[in-house]
């Protein structure tokens, strides 16, 4: 019996110039898929994650789509790979509702970039910021967080929790959490507040958008940032993904789920390999492959036919 498997998707920030053209080079679906983004996109999606700038990949509403493309054909290059669930960080979890049927590639692409439209627009729009939490617990990270007045938003395994508001107050708040004894507190190069209160004007968009998406019932459980846990109906998916927009990603959470639910294989799509970093300090017992180009593609098949 083959052991119980969830495919993982990347998120934002993993993005890297040349993702995708080794595979699109050796597999026909890898290129089907580029070309039919560019179509649908009716812009050169293909030439900015091939060739750049790094600059113009950065964009949030390049990135998102970008990242979702590359991680489906990462997933199109894998072939005909049995999985049980699926999980995506932030964005990641628009990929991980097309792989699992809930939603076609066409109208998650376009959903994606509208979402990292709407978010560009909110992080434009604000003066926001975000850091990295390294060795603090989440109860004194909530603490630092209340006191400063900003938002928890990636709480990715024990001890890494990454915080986001106004860049005064991250300021503030990275102070407090040297002086609670944080090993590092580190601001990041971000374009704003993502996963805080002031993705508001962006959530609302989201909404609108998602209203209008074509939905099903995923073949298998796709597991919520929001609850860390699968969505119920269509209704409440789409609410989860809403509120993803300024809620805690709570990815720790998720996979010791997912662990508890008997998961023994989970295998990373797209580009990074960030979230198969995260999982060797969440569970160090679990088989985790990667799927990022063609090297990793090479041994994560020879994984599977169990050389």
Not at 84 to 105: C, I, R
Not at 294 to 299: R, S
């Amino acid at each position: 019996m083959s052991p119980k498997t969830a495919l993982l998707f990347a998120g934002q920030g993993s993005q890297e110039v040349g993702m995708g053209r080794d595979l699109c080079e050796r597999f026909p679906a890898c290129r089907q898929l580029f070309a039919r983004a560019d179509e649908v996109l009716g812009r050169e999606l293909t030439r900015i994650c091939f060739e750049g700038p790094s600059e113009v990949l950065t964009q949030t509403d390049n990135a998102q789509p970008a990242i979702f493309v590359h991680s489906l054909a990462c997933l199109a290059a894998l072939g005909d790979v049995e999985f049980h669930a699926t999980a995506g960080l932030s964005l990641g979890e628009f990929t991980a509702l097309t792989a699992a049927g809930a939603v076609s590639f066409d109208d998650g692409l376009r959903m994606v970039q509208a979402r990292g439209r709407y978010m560009q627009e909110a992080c434009e729009a604000t003066n926001g910021g975000m850091a990295s939490i390294i060795g603090l617990d989440e109860a004194v990270v909530a603490e630092v967080c209340r006191e400063a007045d900003v938002d928890m938003a990636n709480l990715n395994c024990p001890g890494q929790i990454v915080i986001s508001g106004e860049k005064e107050k991250i300021g503030k708040a990275v102070e407090l959490a040297k002086a609670r004894g944080a090993k590092r507190a580190i601001p990041l190069q971000v374009a704003g507040a993502y996963h805080s209160r002031l993705m508001a004007s962006g959530q609302q968009k989201v909404a609108a958008e998602l209203a209008r998406l074509p939905m099903q019932l995923p073949r298998v459980p796709v597991v919520s940032n929001v609850t860390a846990r699968p969505g119920g109906s269509v209704t409440e998916i789409k609410e989860l993904l809403t509120r993803q927009v300024t809620s805690s990603v709570r990815w720790a959470e998720s996979m010791q789920w997912l662990v508890g639910q008997g998961f023994t294989r989970f295998i990373e799509l797209g580009p990074g390999g960030v979230l198969a970093g995260l999982m060797k300090r969440i569970n160090k017992d679990v088989e985790m492959l990667v799927v990022s180009d063609l090297k990793t593609w090479e041994q994560t098949r020879g994984a599977l036919a169990g050389k």
